[in-house]
């Protein structure tokens, strides 16, 4: 399985971006996805995650509100729009997918990463 993060990027705070993360290696659709994101000195945290049929999702209640996760299983393709952006938004943001439950908040359920994509958040 590949998983491929694009769309970080400088942006202001109160800002947007939207990430995406092409996936290849398995039948998308019948896996769950997620995004997770790291800064320096902390551990890597779950932002959201997105059932199989795009029929689920759940949050982060740092970014609930703000962000939404999405999917388009034609395209093999998973998205996260983020709006609203603040500071504390900066980090790297990886995709993955893992094996257990789609709604799994715990990066040790998770089999395959993407490598990464950066956003940083100015004043």
């Known amino acids: 399985v590949q998983l491929q993060a694009s769309g970080g990027g400088l942006v202001q705070a109160g800002g947007s971006l939207r990430l995406s993360c092409a996936a290849s290696?398995?039948?998308?659709?019948?896996?769950?996805m997620t995004w997770f994101r790291q800064t320096p000195g902390k551990e890597r945290e779950f932002v959201a995650s997105?059932?199989?049929?795009?029929?689920?999702?759940t949050y982060a209640d740092s970014v609930r509100g703000r962000f939404a996760i999405s999917r388009d299983n034609a395209k093999n393709t998973l998205y996260l729009q983020m709006n609203s952006l603040k500071l504390e938004d900066t980090g790297v943001y990886y995709c993955?997918?893992?094996?257990?439950?789609?709604?799994?908040?715990?990066?040790?359920?998770?089999?395959?990463w993407g490598q990464g994509t950066q956003v940083t958040v100015s004043s």
């Open positions: 993955a997918s893992g094996r257990g439950a789609w709604y799994s908040t715990s990066k040790a359920d998770y089999d395959y």
């Open positions: 997105i059932s199989g049929t795009g029929r689920g999702v």
């Open positions: 290696g398995r039948t998308f659709s019948g896996y769950g």
